[in-house]
């Protein structure tokens, strides 16, 4: 970091800490050292010592994610949704159809090919619902929320390592999966509430 990017950064923080001093915020956490513990495919994994508001120091172990794509598709008034077993629940899920960033990508383009790849629908267009962090007590992933639109269907095409069944389903059958556990992620949940609010106002625009 350049010394006037350093003079900028420590500034930020200096007014961060003195606005958490009148509206009760909590200030930053200081970064003494990082130190990385391991490197995957999809995650890294480092433990960070920093120093808190209160001068006390503590120990923050952080899951660097490079960020993922989810999308909300309605075909003929029905959920399209991806059936799979994950193994870190070690259950059968049902989810929107979504995948990870890669480098650099636009995250409408992943959305777009998670979608074709894993259902065999094309969108013309990706309209953005919200974004939001999926874990932030210890994870940097976010997750961009889209919307399919102008679709046509096609022939799927997922990875090699995926296991799919492809389901459109009723709003009853999604809230019955909610029940059932079936549908247990926050992303899917989020869709399926967002389809559920949009049916009964009509504000949302997910109707397909």
Same mark, same amino acid.
């Given at each position: 970091?350049q010394?006037?990017?350093?003079?900028?950064h420590?500034?930020?923080?200096?007014r961060?800490?003195?606005?958490?001093?009148?509206?009760g915020?909590?200030?930053?956490?200081?970064?003494?050292?990082?130190?990385?513990?391991?490197?995957?495919?999809?995650?890294t994994l480092q @433990?960070?010592?920093?120093?808190?508001?209160?001068?006390?120091?503590?120990?923050r172990?952080?899951?660097?994610?490079?960020?993922a $794509? $989810?999308?909300?598709c309605?075909?003929?008034?029905?959920?399209?949704?991806?059936?799979?077993?994950?193994?870190?629940?070690?259950?059968?899920?049902?989810?929107?159809?979504a995948?990870?960033?890669?480098?650099?990508?636009?995250?409408?383009v992943?959305? $777009?090919?998670?979608?074709?790849?894993?259902?065999g @629908?094309?969108?013309?267009?990706?309209?953005?619902?919200?974004?939001?962090?999926?874990?932030?007590?210890?994870?940097d992933?976010k997750?961009?929320?889209? @919307?399919?639109e102008g679709?046509?269907?096609?022939?799927?095409s997922?990875?090699?390592?995926?296991?799919?069944?492809?389901?459109?389903?009723?709003?009853e059958?999604?809230?019955?999966?909610?029940?059932?556990?079936?549908?247990?992620? $926050?992303?899917t949940l989020?869709a399926v509430?967002?389809?559920?609010?949009?049916?009964?106002?009509?504000?949302?625009?997910?109707?397909?």
């Amino acid at each position: 970091m350049q010394e006037a990017d350093k003079l900028c950064h420590q500034g930020r923080k200096k007014r961060m800490n003195e606005r958490s001093q009148t509206d009760g915020r909590p200030g930053a956490e200081v970064t003494l050292s990082s130190e990385m513990k391991y490197s995957g495919k999809i995650i890294t994994l480092q @433990v960070d010592q920093v120093r808190l508001p209160s001068g006390a120091t503590a120990s923050r172990e952080i899951v660097r994610h490079p960020g993922a $794509a $989810a999308v909300i598709c309605i075909v003929d008034g029905k959920l399209l949704t991806v059936g799979q077993y994950r193994k870190p629940m070690d259950k059968y899920q049902v989810e929107i159809p979504a995948g990870k960033l890669d480098p650099g990508e636009d995250p409408a383009v992943c959305a $777009a090919r998670e979608l074709k790849e894993e259902t065999g @629908v094309s969108a013309s267009s990706m309209r953005l619902v919200d974004a939001f962090y999926t874990s932030p007590g210890f994870a940097d992933e976010k997750l961009y929320l889209y @919307v399919a639109e102008g679709l046509e269907h096609g022939a799927s095409s997922p990875d090699e390592d995926e296991d799919l069944h492809v389901e459109a389903l009723t709003m009853e059958q999604a809230l019955s999966y909610i029940e059932q556990g079936l549908i247990g992620d $926050a992303k899917t949940l989020m869709a399926v509430y967002l389809w559920r609010l949009s049916e009964l106002t009509g504000r949302i625009g997910l109707r397909g």
